[in-house]
């Protein structure tokens, strides 16, 4: 089996996809990494040189290759679902897990990053709010929802296992 982590940036996919795989004894992808080495460029690099609509149909195309994975999980990128039918292969890879968390949250772990190029705006917060709101009911389509507001990472690994 298969888990898909799914959620807004700064939700903890990839810490958390970590350290479930370990719990787990699973593999463990992170999509934009994979995509990074794939193109030698940055994630930032690759939306800024072809734009976002290349980027997501890298994602895309990524997904379409992991099919055929056992006994991985998997961490998205925040927007891997903005892109009509990627859910439905998220379906067909494994069991989807959206990570929530509250705008106010996502802020706090991101403001500093600059790596991210959606939030390279005049109005970071703003930013996180407007999509957030957009995503969200894409998000919640998953098969699976943890709250990771006031959770240990930990305690989120143990729950997500707990609910498969």
Do not use: W
């Not at 934009?32 to 976002?52: H, L, P, W």
């Not at 998997?74 to 892109?83: E, F």
């Not at 509250?102 to 407007?130: M, Y």
Request: overall charge positive; proline content about 2%.
């Amino acid at each position: 089996m298969n888990i898909v982590l799914i959620g807004f940036m700064g939700c903890g996919k990839t810490t958390i996809g970590r350290k479930l795989a370990v719990r787990l004894g699973y593999r463990f992808i992170d999509t934009d990494y994979q995509i990074e080495m794939e193109q030698n460029a940055r994630v930032k690099e690759i939306f800024s040189r072809y734009g976002e609509p290349h980027f997501r149909a890298l994602e895309t195309d990524l997904l379409k290759r992991l099919r055929h994975l056992d006994n991985t999980v998997i961490a998205t990128g925040g927007g891997i679902l903005t892109t009509p039918g990627n859910m439905e292969l998220i379906r067909q890879i494994g069991k989807s897990v959206y990570l929530k968390a509250c705008v106010e949250d996502i802020f706090e772990r991101i403001s500093r990053n600059t790596k991210r190029p959606l939030l390279q705006t005049r109005d970071p917060l703003g930013t996180v709010v407007t999509l957030l709101e957009k995503r969200k009911g894409t998000y919640e389509r998953a098969d699976h929802t943890i709250n990771t507001g006031s959770l240990k990472m930990g305690h989120i690994v143990t729950r997500i296992i707990r609910e498969l």
